[in-house]
């Protein structure tokens, strides 16, 4: 994720050992006792990288809690995203106010089943996929975008953002994405910002999606 984001944005990626760490208590205490090993994994990478990465801004010893929701609750002063994928796991951490919002997503490239895209996508999204049929695997690059959208989304409107509520526009020359959020949207949503950008990568079995708001 390094390569997507600015000097501002603090990367950390999961190493072998990260996947085993040592949770804090509080941290521990967000995980369900019935949670299946692959999860155990994925929540510990999550967390460890987490807490490496804010001791980069300053935060040292605290813990990564969890919502409701699961999302991940930052420290006072701090912003940052989780994703994690079969094999692959990163954070992205920022200081507040430098930086109101990042959003990360990462999604082993594979080519979506139709009622999924159907999902994700808004018709002339997938009139753009269908365009690029020798590279199916487009429309699960639209959701990891959509995903970092909504991540930016979230901690500055507090709110749910579904994928039909932003349109993406794709440069796949650059590797960059505009996510433009609806009209009735923004009806609903007073003061929300209407354009959301960021930058990707497609690797031979990675997506990976970042954008940030500053």
């Known amino acids: 994720m390094r390569d997507l984001l600015p000097e501002i944005v603090v990367v950390e990626v999961a190493g072998e050992d990260d996947w085993t760490g040592v949770l804090l208590p509080d941290e521990a205490a967000g995980l369900s006792p019935r949670a299946v090993e692959g999860r155990r994994r994925e929540y510990t990478a999550g967390r460890v990288c987490a807490r490496r990465a804010l001791s980069q801004v300053g935060v040292h010893g605290a813990p990564v809690l969890s919502a409701p929701s699961r999302a991940p609750v930052w420290p006072a002063g701090t912003t940052g995203s989780i994703t994690h994928t079969k094999g692959y796991c990163a954070v992205a951490v920022g200081r507040v106010p430098e930086l109101r919002a990042v959003g990360i997503d990462a999604e082993r490239r594979t ?3 139709a009622n999924i895209v159907a999902a994700i996508c808004l018709p002339e999204e997938i009139a753009w996929c269908t365009e690029r049929a020798d590279e199916p695997w487009w429309p699960a690059v639209h959701f990891s975008a959509k995903e970092t959208v909504y991540k930016m ?7 749910w953002l579904d994928f039909h509520d932003a349109r993406l526009r794709i440069d796949p020359v650059n590797g960059t994405f505009e996510a433009v959020i609806l009209p009735e949207k923004l009806d609903q949503e007073p003061g929300a910002p209407e354009v959301f950008r960021g930058r990707f990568a497609v690797e031979p079995d990675l997506i990976r999606t970042a954008g940030y708001v500053a």
């Open 153 to 159: 989304w979230s901690p500055i409107m507090g709110t």
């Open 111 to 113: 080519v979506l089943p």
